[in-house]
């Protein structure tokens, strides 16, 4: 076993009894979430909420009838607003390492499908690493949505947490999960302090190695939903890991085998019929594009392909093919996150 998953298996099995205990806020969720999502967590079990540590919200829309996998789960609460999201004949994994966690998420499963009012709970909890899922018997292609919140820095192989999203996900199937990345590369003798790994911190990503890693993984192209600033409110936290500048975002990926790893410009449209619950003026695919209800816009190839080959295809109506090419594709509105000038990647 190695030392650093040891040390975060003890701080959030042992030394964190609740979010209270954390001593910064740099795994905490600020932003606040829809109405819907407020209306589930009035339903969820006040310990779970207590014992929740998150930095984001990574729950998309389109979940009725689907097959999610929340990679780190602790407590669940994000299973459980899934298990509601997705329908009683939807499905929710939740994979967890921590005893402690897992005592707390397994123990509401019958309470929370009677307070969804299912027949019987459509959420199962796994204990194991989600370095490797394969141990866990979760096949490939098999499942829709993969999330995760705040907890892929804590992870000593990052490499195999993304071949594994990979590998289990469907054709189409969506990754979509919040986390904490850094400005540079933290150094080795701090990414293996204790406090500064529990915290959130010291096993982040460089957003640059981040980005090489997922095209080596094999996602092509990915974007940002959204970014915010983290500030380190801890004095001494701040003393040891200041020099860096860190955000908090929430990444979207497919896996599609034609993503392309820059926009490229075929000459195709998209529209958005409108019909997206919580979206009926506008979508956001990412940062990169926001497509307006009834207007029809130019789309790079990825995001025609990204509206035409996965569950969100019934609200678009994308024009045009690959057929003819027109060079790089200008017209993506968000192109400052990424060092080579494309917007999904």
Not at 27 to 35: K, M, V
């Given at each position: 076993m190695d030392p650093?998953?040891?040390?975060?298996?003890?701080?959030?099995?042992?030394?964190?009894?609740?979010?209270?205990?954390?001593?910064?806020?740099?795994?905490?969720?600020?932003?606040?979430?829809?109405?819907?999502?407020q209306q589930i967590l009035s339903l969820i079990a006040p310990e779970i909420l207590d014992k929740f540590y998150g930095c984001g919200s990574p729950l998309p829309p389109l979940l009725a009838g689907t097959t999610v996998l929340d990679l780190g789960c602790g407590t669940g609460r994000d299973v459980y607003i899934a298990s509601k999201l997705v329908g009683e004949h939807g499905k929710i994994i939740g994979v967890d390492m921590t005893d402690e966690q897992l005592v707390v998420a397994r123990k509401y499963q019958d309470e929370q499908a009677r307070l969804f009012g299912y027949a019987k709970s459509n959420v199962s909890f796994l204990q194991g690493y989600i370095e490797d899922l394969h141990s866990l018997a979760i096949p490939d292609r098999s499942v829709d949505v993969v999330i995760s919140n705040c907890v892929i820095n804590l992870s000593v192989n990052k490499e195999a947490v993304f071949k594994e999203i990979f590998r289990v996900l469907k054709p189409g199937g969506e990754l979509f999960f919040a986390d904490i990345f850094a400005d540079r590369r933290i150094p080795s003798e701090l990414a293996q302090n204790p406090l500064l790994r529990g915290e959130c911190l010291g096993g982040v990503m460089y957003i640059e190695d981040f980005r090489r890693l997922m095209r080596s993984c094999g996602w092509a192209a990915f974007g940002y939903t959204s970014t915010r600033e983290v500030h380190i409110d801890s004095p001494e936290m701040f003393n040891l890991i200041g020099m860096a500048s860190f955000t908090s975002r929430t990444v979207r990926a497919f896996k599609l085998d034609d993503l392309e790893d820059g926009c490229e410009d075929y000459g195709q449209t998209a529209c958005y019929h409108g019909k997206i619950p919580g979206s009926p003026h506008f979508f956001d695919v990412d940062s990169g594009l926001r497509l307006y209800t009834g207007k029809t816009m130019p789309v790079c190839g990825n995001y025609a392909s990204i509206l035409s080959k996965t569950r969100y295809a019934p609200f678009f109506t994308v024009n045009g093919n690959r057929q003819k090419h027109f060079g790089a594709f200008g017209g993506c509105s968000d192109c400052s996150e990424t060092t080579d000038g494309s917007c999904c990647a």
């Open positions: 650093i998953i040891e040390q975060v298996k003890d701080y959030y099995g042992k030394q964190i009894k609740s979010k209270d205990d954390l001593k910064s806020s740099s795994c905490c969720c600020n932003e606040r979430p829809s109405q819907d999502i």
